[in-house]
């Protein structure tokens, strides 16, 4: 699923410091792309999925992604950003172009 593609991908986007670290998401009709480069090389993995809407693109830290979907599979998109909610705690992002 997508916790392992997440995982798999943090290998291809390993930094110096962890917070230089980061995935894109690209999500578009039926499918989830997670991709990310470094010097050791390139990853790109997708997944089917429930969606129909617009395409969406953000970038994100694997490892707060990770912290996210353990918490909540659940986001509310707007024209230029995503919202993730949970108790006590809200994550917003901006989609890219």
């Known amino acids: 699923g997508l916790p392992a593609i997440i ?10 410091h962890t917070l230089d670290e980061t995935i894109e998401v690209l999500i578009e009709k ?4 997670i ?8 990853f790109k993995e997708s997944i ?6 617009e395409r969406i693109e953000f970038s994100i830290t ?3 992604l ?7 599979f659940t ?8 919202l993730f909610k949970g108790d006590n705690w809200n994550y ?6």
């Open 7 to 16: 995982d798999r991908a943090g290998i291809f986007s390993k930094r110096d």
């Open 62 to 64: 694997p490892y707060l």
């Open 35 to 42: 991709k990310t480069s470094s010097e050791s090389g390139w």
């Open 48 to 53: 089917r999925i429930d969606y129909t809407g």
């Open 30 to 33: 039926k499918k989830l792309y």
């Open 75 to 82: 986001g509310v998109i707007s024209d230029n950003c995503l």
């Open 66 to 72: 990770q912290d996210i979907l353990g918490k909540t």
């Open 92 to 97: 917003v992002s901006l989609l890219k172009d």
